[in-house]
């Protein structure tokens, strides 16, 4: 069972980080069972689906030991601890994903660290994120959060934009200077016709990704499934899924 934080105490830093990468090794290696199972039972090569570990909350040491054990993508969901944590992590072969929902006031920080912003759901972000890539001199990756708890014309309880309106906003991206259409993003809604229902909204979202290609046919990313739900991803045809708790442990109380 995946634990939380190690206790640290005098004198027995090493031996409690040797213990942490331990417990990592072992949490990696359950949920590579689990992705390399589900795509057995679905059918598809294992180098399909990516492991994307979302590290938010936990400190800048787990990074170093993920990605020792091999770990090349990582996902925050706040850029207050995001920023200062990738700053650390600077040396290391790692894509940040950013998959919360972002405001516009912190797009400059974003833009500097991330590689993928997963979480866009409207055109003013579209608009700042291009404008400080730009100043960055970077290329940003973006995926339509995809909201299948909302409304047309309205954004989703955790983010997102209406299906009925993924394609004017990949249109946006798609003619932004410094950004790149990667694909869509969704979370398994909590309310609506899809609560409850993981693998039926994440083929939903498939059907989204499909119609996206037939105009953006590089936008092939899907991004699904955590921790609970990863194997209704890896079935619907998710190409990444984000996985923070059963890697990490059960996540300390934001204070």
């Known amino acids: ?39 057995a039972r679905a059918g598809r090569p294992r180098d399909e689906v990516t492991l994307i570990v979302v590290t938010k909350t936990y400190p800048a040491s787990d990074v170093r030991l993920l990605a020792e054990l091999g770990v090349r993508q990582v996902a925050e969901n706040r850029d207050q601890e995001a920023a200062p944590k990738a700053a650390e992590c600077a040396d290391l072969p790692l894509t940040w994903h950013f ?21 866009i759901d409207r055109v003013r972000l579209v608009t700042a994120l291009s404008k400080e890539a730009v100043r960055a001199g970077r290329e940003l990756g973006c995926l339509v959060q995809v909201a299948l708890d909302a409304e047309s014309g309205e954004r989703g309880e955790r983010g997102g934009v209406a299906p009925d309106g993924v394609g004017a906003l990949a249109e946006a991206i798609a003619s932004a200077e410094g950004l790149r259409l990667d694909g869509v993003m969704t979370v398994a809604p909590l309310a609506g016709p899809y609560a409850g229902r993981e693998l039926a909204a994440f083929e939903r979202l498939m059907e989204i990704s499909s119609d996206l290609r037939a105009g953006h046919p590089a936008a092939t990313m899907v991004s699904a499934g955590m921790s609970a739900d990863l194997e209704e991803a890896v079935a619907a045809g998710a190409t990444h899924v984000r996985v923070g708790t059963a890697v990490l442990g059960v996540r300390p109380r934001l204070r």
């Open 99 to 119: 998959v919360g929902q972002l405001q516009t006031n912190k797009v400059r920080s974003v833009a500097g660290y991330t590689g993928i912003v997963q979480s």
């Open 1 to 39: 069972m995946a634990r939380g934080h190690p206790r640290r105490t005098a004198g027995g830093g090493r031996a409690v980080t040797d213990d942490r990468k331990t417990e990592l090794a072992e949490n990696l290696a359950r949920v590579e069972e689990r992705i390399s199972a589900a795509c």
